[in-house]
């Protein structure tokens, strides 16, 4: 027995999928544009077990009574703690950065005056092999 080639087995997948997509697209169709279904729908009757939609809202309008009231004024609060801490740690970052700065600037005159020194010698030692 001769294997199916690649083409072949491919054609029948597509031919498989065709179908079922004919199938499932009729179905879909009738589902949505049924007269009945709309008749039904228009005049409030509506016994779809598909139609969940006012099922979920019932279902959260109860939900939302049964659930606890936000504290707005704790929740203020809470942010307001939050941001207080991050602001101090935010503040003490800048104050290590500028600290930091300061010790930089420092070191640099420290430098330059030490360079300085250190030509003015050895213009003098110069002079002195000159002379």
């Given at each position: 027995?001769?294997?199916?080639?690649?083409?072949d087995?491919?054609f029948?997948?597509i031919?498989?999928?065709?179908?079922s997509?004919?199938?499932?697209?009729?179905?879909?169709?009738?589902?949505?544009?049924?007269p009945?279904?709309?008749f039904?729908?228009?005049?409030g009757?509506?016994?779809?077990?598909?139609?969940?939609g006012?099922?979920?809202?019932?279902?959260a309008?109860?939900?939302s009574?049964?659930?606890t009231?936000?504290?707005f004024?704790?929740?203020q609060?809470?942010?307001?703690?939050?941001?207080?801490?991050?602001m101090?740690s935010l503040?003490?970052?800048l104050?290590?950065?500028?600290?930091?700065?300061?010790?930089?600037?420092l070191?640099?005159?420290?430098?330059?005056?030490k360079?300085?020194?250190?030509?003015?010698?050895?213009?003098?030692?110069?002079?002195?092999?000159?002379n």
């Amino acid at each position: 027995m001769t294997k199916p080639g690649f083409w072949d087995d491919t054609f029948e997948q597509i031919v498989e999928l065709g179908q079922s997509t004919v199938k499932q697209g009729a179905k879909a169709v009738s589902q949505t544009f049924s007269p009945i279904k709309l008749f039904e729908r228009a005049a409030g009757k509506s016994q779809n077990p598909h139609d969940k939609g006012k099922e979920q809202l019932d279902e959260a309008k109860k939900k939302s009574n049964s659930s606890t009231p936000l504290d707005f004024e704790k929740l203020q609060e809470k942010y307001q703690d939050q941001d207080k801490s991050k602001m101090e740690s935010l503040r003490n970052r800048l104050f290590h950065i500028v600290k930091q700065g300061e010790e930089k600037v420092l070191e640099q005159k420290k430098a330059d005056e030490k360079q300085k020194v250190q030509k003015e010698e050895y213009e003098k030692e110069q002079k002195k092999q000159q002379n």
